[in-house]
């Protein structure tokens, strides 16, 4: 390379300072709802704890094999026809050979063994052969059909852990701190089962919170949890609905409930705002399933008929159409819903009919709604005021990533331009990145000439 010339080392210069300024424009001019990536129900809500089939492949004519996605996989299976035990299938694609005559549905069970190793697969699998459509006149290939609720196809999944934050920003001493009220006060054992946890820690919660609603610090923004969860209870502070969900995903995942932050808004400029509410989801491992969880409004969880816990996008989707029959909520009485009329003794986690205190859900889960499923850490988006950019190493490094490399899942009707923004994000990051590499080794090369 030929430095006999600062030309190359100026035009490269100039070429970094206009990819800086392009940068600092694009971050300071940008809109909020652009940096929310969108993705499937499935992403969320089928995670790797669970098994799910990528796809199915032909063997022979009367043998299939799953192709199974679980992060627990089995070696072994129990094969059940029609709930009777056959054979023991090994490997981590287990096959099925058909069992029943043509057009007729056949149960199939398969068992991850050791006993308890996780859920069975259930499927009714028919196969209507291409003699058959002969017979009748059409030119078909074998044709198998297949009916499960086991999760199908080929879509990104997370280990229910990749939500769950470690906190270590937070501090080993602040942490034992954390866990002792849990252990101590709230008196959260191990081995609680999932929904006596979260009622525990609900109402511990809820009582110690009763006098901390209101308009939250500037702060607040940059400061972990546990300092929020400090000034809320010592009266230095109060907290609106964002603070609250923070202060239950934080002791919730202390006390071992797997537990991520959720907030729902459709916002112009971070002004006007169509909807605005933070909450919680809660991984209840007992059913495999994710919970709507709101301490704000003391929803501990929420159950169709049968007790399964709903999540945040059935209750989305449900909502469309005002069709909360048969659903149910755990909630704690005292905190705002003190009219309803049951009876229950004070301080009392009570189950009453959704209808009758879904307004926070009616009002936020509506057509407008962008969901966000904030990744971790779990800290706040920096908005407008940079300056707490510099107060805290964590906050500032979790809003870089997610600037540039980890934007909050979203689920909505409305669109999102989270992928245009991050092609653009990034590659604008890059370029100046390859800018200043080239003007570092363009330097170089001119002083050793």
Sequence with gaps: MKCSLNR???????LLIILLIVNIWVFLKRDWEQSYYPTSYATLYYPLDVPSIKNWKIIDRDVLELNITWSGQAEKWQLFIDDVPTEIIYGTKPRIKLNGDELEYKKYTLKPLPEGNGPNLDFDIRFISKEYYAERGMKRNDVYTI?????????KQYPVSYWLDDYAYVGEENLKKADDIICNEMGI????PTFTKMEKLSKYLRIALKNARGVPK????????????????NGT???????????YTFFANRAGIPTRYLFGANTQDNTITYTGHSWAESYIKEQNRWTFVDLAHSHIYITDRNGLVLNTADLFHLNQYDAFDSTFARIYKDWEWEKLDIDAGKDSIVTVPLSWCNRVVKGQLVKNAIIK??????????RNIYSMLLKDKAFFWTNVKTYLFKPPLAYSFMPTEGKKTYFIRQSLFFSMTAVFLLLCVTIVCRRKK
């Design 218 to 233: 500037d702060d607040f923004r940059w400061m972990n949890p546990w300092l929020i969860y400090q000034e809320m209870v």
């Design 189 to 192: 054992l191990p081995s609680d």
């Design 373 to 382: 499923y904030r990744r971790t850490p779990n800290c706040e988006e920096i």
């Design 8 to 14: 190359p080392v100026l035009w490269t210069a100039f």
């Design 147 to 155: 009916t499960s609720d086991v999760p199908y196809g080929s879509f």
């Design 237 to 247: 502070g109060k907290g609106w609905c964002t603070q609250h969900a923070q202060i």
